[in-house]
């Protein structure tokens, strides 16, 4: 939500979610405030001694609204550093044929989203240790010219800024706790030699440890620390669920768990009949059938928008919503899952060879994952009772 794409690189959607938007002036806000105070500067001007020919001073630094100015430039130049870093990770998944649909730059830095997950260990130690590796190309590639840079000092500031902080990036990222790129690395090593369930629960673990410790240590004056902490342990937590939830259905299809008995309803029926049809048939929601092809979906809470007096008149096809997704029925339950929660979708129309082959709901899948993990031995050959 509240995501807005500002580029498009290499055919990847470059995405700024409103958090950032939010959160960036705070940003500028803390660089421009540390270099305006006389301890601040001189911190960076000692630092920055080692890496430039030309020196700079703090008064240089502090000099009107430099402070603001340099504040800004590296603010926007740490985030363009966060979205090298994150391409990186999609040019290595490209490698591996995996797809990035987009790239989401938010409050806590940037997020790659992987279309599937890898399937070797291999694979996902490569894609997140690339991360880390262009952040350190990136530091090299600001660090080179600051050796020939003219004797400016907002441009010494800057490119010496930058290069410190992708380090300070790659570094933090090494981190072994989800969702950072060294939680991925321990998931993928731990793989070698143990399921990946279970390599992911014992990285999962070791993120909420280390979480912890980062919000205790934040608690003593770093309230960002509390956040960054508060969010690894709840990404940790949803990634060792995700897991779970994606081994248990490994071996269950769409088939397995569809309705096949669909009950439709046409678009040119009113909306008093689909009431009328809703109370015998107990069923909340139908596809909307016209010459046999699939046109949209209606539900329940379609059909209430309308009022009372004007049911007679008002037909399906004006209230239905025409935007549906398909699967086919030889996909992956979890797959369909995902397509299930991305969209927030409460059924998806499963068609095979142009036709209605049934209906999958978030229920049939829920219902089937509580089966196998309480030792249930699942089987798709019954018929089902529609679930809507």
Known sequence: MWNYRIATVTGIPIRVNITLLLFLPVIVWLIGGQIGTQQGAEIWVDILAGMSDHPITPDELQAGNTPWLLGTLAAVGLFFGVTIHELGHAWTARYFDLNISSITLWIFGGMAHMEENPKEWKTEFWIAIAGPITSVLVAIAFYIPLQFLPPVPELIFVFGWLAIMNVVLAVFNMIPAFPMDGGRILRALLARNRPYAQATQAAADVAKFLAVGMAIVGLLGNPILVLIALFVYIAASSESKMTAISEALSDVTVADLMTRDVKTVSPESTVQDLFDRMLVERHT?????????????????????????????????????????????????????????????????????????????????????????????????EERVPQF
């Open 285 to 381: 929601g139908y596809p909307v059938v016209r010459d046999g092809d699939v046109v949209g979906i209606v539900t329940l809470a379609d059909a209430k928008e309308v009022s009372p007096h004007e049911r007679e008149t008002v037909r399906v096809g004006d209230i239905m919503t025409e935007d549906i997704v398909t699967v086919g029925p030889d996909e992956d339950a979890f797959e369909a899952l995902q397509t299930l929660s991305r969209n927030s979708f409460g059924r998806l129309v499963v068609v095979q060879n142009g036709e209605i082959a049934g209906i999958i709901s978030r229920t049939d899948v829920m219902t089937a994952l509580d089966v196998l993990q309480g030792g249930g031995d699942f089987s798709g050959t």
